[in-house]
């Protein structure tokens, strides 16, 4: 089953290999990163020439003579040098940021993908603006690390072996006091870079926590100011951003430490070795060319290794967010498949069982929302589900949708346990009207045929018309073309439903699932919506969940439950005769409406 996601806090600090899953993602564009390496190769290369052509200025132009032609000769060796740097600069940017959004586009896909096959009980432990957060902050993250860190840190590590090599080549003697200082620089590096593994991983979950926030009290805007509550969610919001800003200010001081600790380090041997250098020119043991070359390749290289103190801690950061993004890739599904499903009976029939069915939700497993339940809709049959808030209902469409699987008992479609059937092929034969019109951010087109994307013009139009829908689509400023807005915002409360059963008519599935689809409607709109759910209901198994009594009269079966149990069952009239469950409630509410 699915599981909630690992803690940053309890996490241990560990090296740099969750950054494993970004080389995958870009060794498969091996052409790429051929070229990306090539660049830095050639930019790092030339880098280090640039001291080589000073050595050659100095001592053949300057010393070994004043001759104009020969002094020219070798700064046009370091222009062509500089002009190598800059093609070669270019090309490593274009290649490597090309390369970093290419990453970070496959796994955003990759994640996603691996998103939508994961059960809701998932995301009852995981919140969506917690994850949204990572397929933004993170994946932003691991496009500076693709794009910026990774070719900073090998431009660099090039010119710390190239430059090494050529300071052996200059002054072995003096390149090897220098090695003495690397354990210098290695030990405060990895000390450091522990400390901000652990902490850039936290800084991650404060920074995805702001965007839970605002995403949670934006959705609920109107709610937020109708209770007067804008000062609270102000207070919230700052009380989470001020966390967010003393995690970074801490993850901020041990970088800065441990990169100003590097630097005085390697930047002190540097001036060490210049002074014993001096000294050997002084002797005459070298060339003032020498000198002068190996004072430049020893601060390109002192650079280098600040800029690799200085990435390493950008790196630990992108090894945060790989990590979490990961943990979302991995995530297995707690429904899935089996290794070979059964194929469902053609043609389809319908028909619907529950044989002794117990279920609790992962987040109240004390609570058995169905107890020993047990219900068959037969082919072409309405049945109504009615009984007070918690009684289950919602649950039985959640099983019948294999979103959860029973703990006990067996739910079928068609005689096949859906536990042996492949969910796809089950959820195909199903079309479901929620309680409220759940639309997208698109085209009204788009989401009429949600359901059944290749449906032509005709065939929407007709299960526009079918729903009470087609005069209002047609009366759009684009007609079906019009963009919709954020959750159908363009349209009424009745005419999102109206949308919602048109989508559930083109899907044109054997059961259909009404989830109090008139619930919140005024009169006029539950009229239109009523008369195109009868028309939908025709000749397919209908399971109705509805709070208004008067709305499944018509049933060819009420259900009550009650409790996660069914406590009666039968007609509107041989119910109301039995002075039970069903009879209360109906009093209760004919009563209202006839005093309404």
Excluded at 144 to 155: E, N, Y
Excluded at 263 to 272: E, L, R
Aim: hydrophobic letters at 50%.
């Amino acid at each position: 089953m699915s599981r909630a996601l690992r803690n940053a806090q309890v996490e241990p600090a560990t090296s740099l290999a969750p950054l494993g899953m970004i080389a995958r993602a870009a060794l498969r564009y091996p052409g790429q990163m051929a070229l990306a390496l090539l660049a830095l190769v050639v930019t790092a290369a030339a880098t280090l020439a640039i001291p080589a052509g000073f050595r050659m200025i100095i001592d053949r132009g300057f010393i070994a003579g004043t001759n104009p032609d020969e002094i020219a000769h070798w700064f046009r060796y370091l222009f062509l040098i500089v002009l190598v740097l800059a093609a070669g600069t270019a090309a490593r940017y274009y290649f490597v940021s090309l390369l970093g959004e290419r990453v970070v586009a496959d796994i955003r896909r990759a994640v996603q993908g691996n998103l939508l096959r994961l059960s809701p009980a998932f995301f009852e432990h995981n919140s969506p603006s917690e994850i949204a957060s990572r397929m933004t902050a993170d994946t932003t993250q691991i496009e500076h690390v693709v794009g910026v860190t990774i070719s900073v840190a090998l431009r660099n590590l090039i010119m710390v072996v190239g430059g090494t090599a050529y300071l052996l080549v200059l002054a072995p003697s003096l390149t090897g006091l220098l090695a003495i200082t690397l354990p210098l620089v290695i030990l405060p590096l990895v000390w450091f870079g522990r400390r901000v593994r652990r902490v850039s991983r936290e800084s991650q979950d404060r920074v995805a926590a702001i965007g839970s926030r605002v995403a949670e009290v934006l959705g609920a805007m109107k709610i937020v100011q109708a209770f007067n509550q804008e000062e609270r969610e102000q207070d919230r919001f700052g009380a989470t951003v001020e966390r967010a800003y003393r995690t970074a200010r801490h993850r901020t001081a041990l970088r800065a430490v441990m990169t100003g600790c590097s630097i005085a380090i390697i930047f002190g041997a540097i001036t060490f070795l210049m002074w014993r250098g001096a000294l050997q020119v002084v002797d005459g043991t070298l060339s003032g060319g020498t000198i002068a070359a190996f004072v430049l390749t020893g601060v390109l290289v002192a650079g280098a290794f600040g800029a690799l103190a200085e990435v390493y801690g950008d790196l630990l950061r992108g090894a945060g967010a790989a990590s979490r993004l990961d943990e979302l890739l991995h995530e297995m599904p707690g429904i899935a498949p089996p290794a070979r499903p059964l194929a469902l009976p053609h043609p389809p029939r319908g028909g619907l069982a529950f044989q002794n069915v117990t279920f609790r939700y992962p987040t109240r497993p004390d609570t058995a929302a169905l107890a020993g339940f047990d219900l068959s809709v037969e082919p072409g049959e309405t049945v109504a589900l009615v009984g007070p808030s918690g009684g289950g209902k919602s649950t039985v469409f959640q099983l019948a949708l294999r979103f959860y699987d029973p703990q006990v008992g067996i739910v079928r479609l068609d005689g096949v346990p859906l536990t042996q059937a492949d969910p796809t092929e089950v959820r195909r034969r199903m079309a479901l009207v929620p309680q409220e019109g759940i639309l997208f951010a698109a085209s009204a087109r788009d989401n009429l045929r949600y359901g059944a994307w290749e449906s032509d013009e005709e065939a929407i139009w007709q299960a526009a018309r079918a729903a009470n829908a087609e005069e209002f689509l047609r009366a759009l400023p684009e007609g079906l073309d019009t963009f919709l807005g954020e959750g159908g915002a363009r349209l009424s409360g009745g005419q999102r439903q109206r949308v919602a059963i048109a989508r559930a008519i083109l899907r044109d599935s054997p059961v259909l699932l009404l989830d109090e689809a008139t619930s919140a409607l005024d009169a006029q709109s539950e009229a239109l919506v009523q008369d195109a759910l009868e028309r939908l209901m025709r000749g397919r198994t209908t399971l109705v969940i509805a709070h208004r009594l008067a709305t499944v009269r018509a049933a060819d079966r009420i259900v009550v439950l009650d409790q996660g149990r069914i406590v009666e069952q039968g007609t509107h009239g041989q119910l109301i005769g039995r002075s039970g469950l069903y009879a209360q409630l109906a009093a209760l509410q004919f009563a209202d409406a006839a005093a309404a």
